[in-house]
């Protein structure tokens, strides 16, 4: 586990603090832990998350009594993804059926299909006149830019992958125990969709969403199946 896995991992059990120089470490050896994948020392105190994830709910518009709401107001609308809070930590590994979320197929087959048009009407005026410098601009301009595009799709740092164990975002888990709640946000006047991962730190751990296939009904259904799976193995486990 690197830095960031142990601070998603840490940040819900009364052990944590946080450093100013280090970011969140354990108090119980005032370090970085050093376990690799759960920890047997984790103690959650539910209801201190409980009085933070009210607070946080409230910065985002919501009221107690009305965490399944939706709240709209003239920039954002915001929705609750329900479900209770997991107890403990899973010495689960991500299972076979995780969904994955990815960069949606046809927005990328959208922005490869104009510079390749653009390409196929410029390259025949190439070979016309191969010395002409807009022409040899415009087809060095639409070679990186299909370069670029092929890139970025292939770049899976902002791809979700939801599974038994949590959420895995940029190449770090994010345990279900450390997720009081999880908010929708979305602002079709600026083209933005997030989703907000309630934790106990300071800052939530906010997933642009913009580009990724099959949001945000799928991604809800996505995260409330996995979420309720691994509450189940937890009380199975006990």
Same mark, same amino acid.
């Given at each position: 586990m690197n830095k960031a896995s142990y601070s998603r991992y840490c940040t819900s059990c009364s052990h944590s603090k946080f450093d100013p120089?280090?970011?969140v470490i354990c108090g119980l050896v005032n370090d970085y832990p050093d376990f690799k994948e759960d920890?047997?020392?984790?103690?959650?105190?539910?209801?201190?998350?409980?009085?933070?994830?009210?607070?946080k709910l409230s910065g985002?518009?919501?009221?107690?009594h009305g965490r399944t709401k939706t709240v709209i107001d003239s920039n954002y609308s915001c929705t609750?993804?329900?479900?209770?809070?997991?107890?403990?930590?899973?010495?689960?590994?991500?299972?076979?059926?995780?969904?994955?979320?990815?960069?949606?197929? $046809? *927005?990328? +087959? !959208?922005?490869l299909l104009v510079p390749i048009l653009i390409l196929l009407f410029t390259l025949p005026m190439f070979f016309i006149a191969p010395?002409?410098?807009?022409?040899? $601009? *415009?087809? +060095? !301009?639409?070679?990186?830019?299909?370069?670029v595009i092929v890139y970025e799709y292939k770049?899976?740092?902002n791809s979700l992958n939801i599974n038994a164990k949590g959420i895995l975002y940029k190449k770090a888990i994010v345990p279900w125990h450390s997720i009081l709640g999880a908010v929708l946000r979305e602002s079709r006047q600026h083209n933005k969709a997030e989703l907000i991962l309630i934790t106990a730190s300071k800052?939530?751990?906010?997933?642009?969403?913009?580009?990724?296939?099959?949001?945000?009904?799928r991604l809800e259904y996505a995260i409330i199946f996995h979420q309720a799976r691994a509450r189940i193995k937890a009380i199975?486990?006990?």
């Amino acid at each position: 586990m690197n830095k960031a896995s142990y601070s998603r991992y840490c940040t819900s059990c009364s052990h944590s603090k946080f450093d100013p120089y280090r970011g969140v470490i354990c108090g119980l050896v005032n370090d970085y832990p050093d376990f690799k994948e759960d920890c047997d020392k984790l103690s959650i105190d539910r209801p201190a998350l409980e009085k933070i994830y009210d607070e946080k709910l409230s910065g985002y518009g919501f009221s107690k009594h009305g965490r399944t709401k939706t709240v709209i107001d003239s920039n954002y609308s915001c929705t609750v993804i329900p479900f209770k809070p997991v107890e403990e930590s899973l010495p689960v590994k991500p299972s076979a059926n995780s969904v994955q979320i990815g960069k949606s197929k $046809i *927005i990328f +087959l !959208f922005y490869l299909l104009v510079p390749i048009l653009i390409l196929l009407f410029t390259l025949p005026m190439f070979f016309i006149a191969p010395l002409e410098p807009l022409i040899v $601009i *415009i087809d +060095l !301009f639409m070679i990186i830019a299909l370069t670029v595009i092929v890139y970025e799709y292939k770049d899976k740092s902002n791809s979700l992958n939801i599974n038994a164990k949590g959420i895995l975002y940029k190449k770090a888990i994010v345990p279900w125990h450390s997720i009081l709640g999880a908010v929708l946000r979305e602002s079709r006047q600026h083209n933005k969709a997030e989703l907000i991962l309630i934790t106990a730190s300071k800052a939530d751990i906010i997933i642009d969403l913009v580009g990724l296939e099959g949001v945000p009904f799928r991604l809800e259904y996505a995260i409330i199946f996995h979420q309720a799976r691994a509450r189940i193995k937890a009380i199975l486990s006990k």
